[in-house]
């Protein structure tokens, strides 16, 4: 079973700061880690994966991501806040064991505010 | 850029009525996803569907549900006898064949039960 963490339900940075979301994850196999972002009244859009090959994967709206699998962490960062970051953000896992369907588990999400 | 679309945006619904969710997946994607997000929970897969047929379902997706790719581009989920605890926002989802795919997600239907 595969099971994700997303540590601080609510992260509040000002303009320009560095953001940081941190997930964990669970996973019997080698992962499929994504990072998705939630605007409000929107949908599920993605932000940036990590399949396999380089650990450091980088995303749209200047966001990246770095697997660590000692730590079993795929924390996102982004070096500076723009007010348009404000969203909800969800770390998730794929379940590509053999014959699934790369099912997702999705952590709690993680509610970015960004202030002037 | 193709998106996965989901109508409609909100339903309001008694209890104990049916309901018919819509989703169009991108064209080209061979897997199809239900999924949802009861307000203030964790996004919770429902079921997945592949070649015409329910690959997978969770514990959550009961005889209440049903899903059905009545043709080529449209992609359902029914609720049978609606009930309060089903009030939840509910996202499509497709990808296409191969490993390393991502799933795109449409904008979600907000249902209510009343």
């Known amino acids: 079973a595969q099971s994700v963490t997303q540590l601080g339900s609510h992260v509040s940075v000002s303009e320009g700061a560095l953001v940081l979301l941190r997930c964990n994850y669970s996973s019997s196999v080698p992962p499929y880690l994504f990072w998705y972002v939630q605007y409000p009244n929107q949908g599920l859009q993605l932000l940036l994966k990590?399949?396999?090959?380089?650990?450091l994967v980088k995303g749209i709206n200047g966001f990246e991501a770095e697997f660590k699998k000692s730590e079993t962490s795929f924390h996102l960062t982004k070096p500076s806040a723009h007010m348009s970051d404000a969203a909800e953000y969800f770390c998730a896992v794929s379940d590509n064991s053999g014959g699934s369907n790369y099912k997702l588990t999705f952590g709690k999400g993680t509610l970015l505010t960004v202030n002037p | 850029e193709p998106e996965v679309t989901q109508t409609p945006s909100h339903q309001v619904t008694q209890m104990g009525q049916e309901v018919i969710l819509r989703c169009v997946p991108i064209s080209n994607h061979l897997y199809f996803y239900w999924y949802r997000q009861i307000l203030g929970q964790k996004v919770e897969f429902l079921v997945s569907?592949?070649?015409?047929?329910?690959?997978?379902k969770s514990e959550i997706f009961d005889d209440q549900f049903s899903v059905e790719r009545p043709d080529g581009s449209n992609f359902t989920l029914k609720i049978r006898s609606t009930k309060l605890e089903d009030s939840a926002m509910y996202f499509c989802?497709?990808?296409?064949?191969?490993?390393?795919?991502?799933?795109?997600f449409g904008d979600g239907t907000r249902l209510s039960i009343l």
């Open positions: 989802a497709s990808r296409r064949e191969g490993l390393f795919q991502p799933q795109h």
């Open positions: 569907f592949y070649n015409n047929e329910i690959s997978e």
């Open positions: 990590y399949t396999t090959g380089a650990t």
